[in-house]
């Protein structure tokens, strides 16, 4: 197992519980349903990287590139660190370990 099967499946477990907090603490619907899919997808791509399959590690990038402009926008607006900011460093933190393992497997 590498680090980028690691990042995507973390990433996507703490997109799921911020969704579930989200929803708990503001009755967010939106946050429910966005955590769960983004945290899902990404719990996916790291099922199929472990597999093998090479598009896993695809699908894990652009949907952590995805998370990490909507919580860096979030951030900008709220100027909040909790949960944006703190959502935007861990998703450019798993963004750098799985460029990294892209370059290396090519």
């Known amino acids: ?24 603490q503001a009755t967010s619907i939106v946050s429910l349903l966005s955590g769960s899919i983004s945290g899902l997808l990404l719990i996916l791509a790291a099922y199929f990287q472990l597999q093998g399959q090479s598009w896993g590690s695809i699908l894990a990038l652009l949907v952590t590139a995805v998370l990490v ?5 979030r951030l900008a607006k709220t100027r909040k660190f909790m949960p944006a ?22």
């Open 69 to 73: 402009v909507f919580f860096a926008f």
């Open 85 to 106: 900011g703190l959502m935007t460093i861990l998703g450019m933190l798993a963004l750098v370990v799985m460029v990294n393992q892209i370059v290396a497997l090519r």
């Open 1 to 24: 197992m590498n680090l980028s099967i690691i990042a995507a499946f973390a990433y996507g477990i703490l997109a799921i519980v911020g969704g579930i907090i989200g929803y708990i």
